[in-house]
């Protein structure tokens, strides 16, 4: 478990090193809550997860009755991206998968890519759903 701790302090880190406000969640359970609280610029959504993996996470974002993150792009991350298909993440609803841990300028190109200025990022907010599980 402290693999896990470490993971997300780094992801965070990264973030708010992107001035970006950072949302995280340990579980699948726990991003489903918070996507139907609010509405977010970016989601990254890690693929491997306890119980509910970031596949499944993401589906049920997408088809949730508040509506509100149904077309906030997700970006899924993984350790595994070899033996993940490009098939099974875009069925999920997933706009991207990228490797783990991403850095900085790889999230700043993410943010640029789906429109989220440097200079408003403070003021937009970014999730970090995931854990970064790895069996």
Request: aromatic residues 8%; proline residues 2%; charged residues 25%.
């Amino acid at each position: 478990m402290d693999d896990e701790r470490q993971s997300r302090l780094y992801a965070q880190f990264v973030l708010l090193e992107l001035n970006a406000e950072v949302i995280t969640a340990a579980n699948g359970t726990e991003a489903l809550t918070a996507c139907a609280r609010q509405r977010f610029d970016l989601i990254l959504m890690d693929v491997r997860m306890p119980d509910m993996d970031g596949l499944e996470t993401t589906c049920r974002v997408r088809h949730q009755r508040a509506g509100l993150n149904t077309r906030t792009p997700i970006i899924g991350l993984t350790a595994d991206v070899l033996n993940l298909d490009q098939q099974d993440w875009k069925a999920a609803g997933m706009n991207a998968c990228h490797h783990k841990p991403l850095e900085s300028d790889v999230l700043a190109e993410i943010f640029t890519q789906w429109g989220i200025e440097r200079s408003i990022q403070k003021f937009s907010l970014s999730a970090f759903l995931g854990t970064y599980y790895e069996h």
